[in-house]
């Protein structure tokens, strides 16, 4: 069996609790689900094999530029998800 991730679901997953404390967002279950997708929709792909090894070689300068970018995307996509409940 083949063991690998995309980089950034974990980053986004964080940046989702860590953006919905800020805003005193309570989302249910689904709502969490469909930002993450949304989210990951508008990031690249990543895959890897071992997290660690992957965050502990990225360059500062890229890693502030992976931050950024998920954070933009996750606030991004609650705002759809807010705009728009089902």
């Known amino acids: 069996m083949i063991s690998i991730s995309n980089f950034y679901e974990n980053l986004v997953i964080d940046q989702i609790g860590r953006t919905c404390e ?45 931050d950024n970018a998920v954070a933009d995307a996750v606030s991004n996509a609650i705002d759809k998800v807010t705009d728009n409940p089902r």
């Open 22 to 66: 800020a805003r005193q967002l309570n989302l249910d279950y689904d709502a969490t689900q469909d930002i993450a997708c949304l989210a990951l929709n508008q990031l690249p792909p990543r895959y890897i094999r071992h997290t660690i090894d992957t965050i502990f070689y990225i360059p500062d300068e890229e890693r502030a530029s992976i």
